[in-house]
């Protein structure tokens, strides 16, 4: 046998490098060919195409900020800056915008007295008009020598929540007020059917691989991130911990910026020593709340004393949501499914375009919750307790044995039961009873239907509006209660929180709320 010699073994080295060479240059020419994944239909309605991506850095003038939409308290803007704290409207005709103290405050704590109500109006450290000139004197960079600007993009959709602590940590206020009024407002802006309709500026790709359900019908646009200005991570949290659980389950991708985060954005815009340079953040969609500013409005200051009610009444006036609460209904139905795994059946909702409002289906089935809160404070007394469950069960067994009628009766004690468990029985409940307090925002997982209802119990001569409008937003009934007389709009009793109004012995009178609960699921009121 003949062995290599060793020009023979260097002209075989060679040969192999340049096949090995010709391979991967055909290789990387001609893709090879991959499995086909089928990721499912498409979308029955097509949310657009990628828009054009403009390099902003490069622009001579930033662009103008324009107003999508607006109620007290809530401004939806295209191209909002901030530098150093302070919220920039970048435009050269401020007429056209609201006035400033209908977008923000200074976020101070509220406090019903002249002074607080003084020091609560904004500044020009909240926000103030710059033209383009001003901003690219402040911001631009050199662009003849390849200087960029001095400013940076936060892409997506951001949520401003301009609003100190006082009322983030509490289950109501943040979920079915703030997050609820949010909802409402980019639902409504977005809505093709609304006369307020904007185009979406942001193209969601329902290629990609999910375990999140896609909506079948419209759905407005999702939050990118929430910003939290002046809550710590730790303030936005209720004890309970329904806050966090909502927001997770209802925005699983949402990114979440606190304070400390806020604080980061300012330091790194403050101008330099000299004020030579100076840089900002630029929001391309932009939702700012403002508690203080919403309650200037007429609806919410006047009327409601509920945030939410501002881009509620908007929205609705616009054509931009329904008066049953369909626009809620994916919320509700993500977060049944977060906690059950099964998936709410579709809303039936009548509308005959006669003019008259839209109607809702019948139950399938009739659920009657009552939330016991004898655990906790403010509670009833606890004979009149006892007497209200053996009212409530007596009428479910006269209407079964008596009439063939199968109510369900559910009394819950929530704090003995998981998060999963109580939105379970809050999504099946056709009638949710309590008296006022925190559980009774679960009414917002309700299933409406035409004999949804939320029956409040109050101390003698007390009323607060928080359930009481929540309830009507959704669509449902709402009845308060004093011991054996109930009311219902639109002859709710007066604002009041007398001696009592948070004790432990409210008083109720068992049949009474019985027969209201009967003469409401039979037709009779």
């Known amino acids: 046998?003949?062995?290599?010699?060793?020009?023979?073994?260097?002209?075989?080295?060679?040969?192999?490098?340049?096949?090995?060479?010709?391979?991967?240059?055909?290789?990387?020419?001609?893709?090879?060919?991959?499995?086909?994944?089928?990721?499912?239909?498409?979308?029955?309605?097509?949310?657009?195409?990628?828009?054009?991506?403009?390099?902003l850095g490069l622009q001579r003038y930033p662009p103008e900020t324009s107003l999508i939409a607006h109620a007290p308290g809530w401004t939806l803007?295209?191209?909002?800056?901030?530098?150093?704290?302070?919220?920039?409207?970048?435009?050269?005709?401020?007429?056209?915008?609201?006035?400033?103290?209908?977008?923000?405050?200074?976020?101070?704590?509220?406090?019903?007295?002249?002074?607080?109500?003084?020091?609560?109006?904004?500044?020009?450290?909240?926000?103030?008009?710059?033209?383009?000139?001003?901003?690219?004197?402040?911001?631009?960079?050199?662009?003849?020598?390849?200087?960029?600007?001095?400013?940076?993009t936060v892409q997506g959709n951001t949520f401003l929540v301009n609003e100190p602590k006082q009322f983030l940590d509490h289950y109501y206020h943040f979920v079915a007020e703030l997050l609820f009024g949010a909802r409402a407002f980019l639902y409504g802006a977005f809505n093709p059917s609304s006369t307020a309709f904007v185009p979406s500026p942001f193209h969601v790709d329902q290629s990609l691989p999910s375990f999140n359900m896609r909506p079948s019908e419209?759905?407005?646009?999702?939050?990118?991130?929430?910003?939290?200005?002046?809550?710590?991570?730790?303030?936005?949290?209720?004890?309970?911990?329904?806050?966090?659980?909502?927001?997770?389950?209802?925005?699983?991708?949402?990114?979440?910026?606190?304070?400390?985060?806020?604080?980061?954005?300012?330091a790194s815009t403050v101008p330099t020593p000299d004020g030579t340079s100076t840089k900002a953040w630029h929001f391309p969609i932009a939702l700012l709340a403002d508690r203080s500013a919403a309650h200037r409005g007429e609806a919410c200051g006047s009327r409601t004393q509920r945030i939410a009610a501002e881009p509620w009444e908007l929205m609705l006036r616009l054509g931009g949501i329904d008066s049953v609460g369909h626009?809620?209904?994916?919320?509700?139905?993500?977060?049944?499914?977060?906690?059950?795994?099964?998936?709410?059946?579709?809303?039936?909702?009548?509308?005959?375009?006669?003019?008259k409002p839209p109607q809702l289906p019948l139950p399938e089935t009739v659920v009657i919750t009552y939330i016991n809160r004898q655990g906790v404070r403010r509670h009833l007394d606890e004979a009149n307790h006892e007497a209200l469950v053996v009212a409530?069960?007596?009428?479910?067994?006269?209407?079964?044995?008596?009439?063939?009628?199968?109510?369900?009766?559910?009394?819950?004690?929530?704090?003995?039961?998981?998060?999963?468990?109580?939105?379970?029985?809050?999504?099946?409940?056709?009638?949710?009873?309590?008296?006022?307090?925190?559980?009774?925002?679960h009414l917002v997982f309700m299933q409406p239907s035409r004999l949804s209802a939320v029956i409040e119990i109050f101390y003698p001569g007390g009323f607060s509006r928080d359930y009481e409008w929540t309830t009507r937003a959704l669509g449902m009934r709402h009845f308060s209660v004093w011991n054996d007389t109930y009311f219902t709009h639109p002859n709710e009793p007066p604002l009041g929180y007398p001696e009592g109004f948070q004790g432990t012995s409210i008083p109720v009178h068992g049949p009474a709320v019985a027969k209201l609960?009967?003469?409401w699921l039979d037709g009779r009121l």
């Open 1 to 55: 046998m003949n062995r290599l010699s060793r020009r023979d073994g260097l002209l075989i080295l060679i040969g192999a490098s340049c096949l090995y060479t010709f391979s991967a240059i055909v290789d990387y020419a001609v893709p090879r060919s991959f499995p086909a994944v089928h990721l499912g239909d498409p979308p029955l309605h097509p949310v657009g195409t990628t828009p054009h991506v403009l390099d």
């Open 77 to 152: 803007f295209r191209h909002l800056y901030m530098s150093n704290g302070t919220f920039f409207i970048l435009s050269s005709d401020s007429q056209s915008f609201p006035e400033i103290r209908m977008m923000i405050s200074t976020s101070l704590p509220a406090e019903n007295t002249p002074e607080n109500i003084a020091q609560r109006e904004p500044t020009s450290q909240e926000m103030q008009f710059i033209t383009q000139d001003e901003a690219q004197r402040r911001w631009g960079g050199n662009i003849t020598h390849g200087e960029r600007n001095r400013i940076l």
């Open 218 to 266: 419209y759905e407005p646009p999702s939050f990118t991130r929430l910003m939290l200005l002046h809550a710590s991570s730790d303030e936005w949290r209720d004890k309970p911990g329904f806050n966090a659980y909502f927001l997770r389950a209802v925005f699983p991708s949402l990114a979440l910026e606190a304070s400390e985060d806020w604080a980061d954005r300012v």
């Open 327 to 355: 626009w809620w209904s994916h919320v509700r139905e993500s977060i049944t499914r977060f906690a059950t795994g099964k998936v709410s059946p579709k809303e039936r909702i009548t509308d005959d375009s006669s003019g």
């Open 392 to 441: 409530l069960q007596d009428m479910v067994n006269r209407k079964r044995d008596e009439e063939g009628k199968f109510w369900e009766l559910s009394i819950v004690q929530a704090e003995t039961i998981t998060k999963d468990e109580q939105i379970n029985i809050a999504s099946r409940s056709t009638i949710m009873l309590g008296v006022h307090g925190n559980g009774l925002t």
């Open 517 to 519: 609960i009967e003469d």
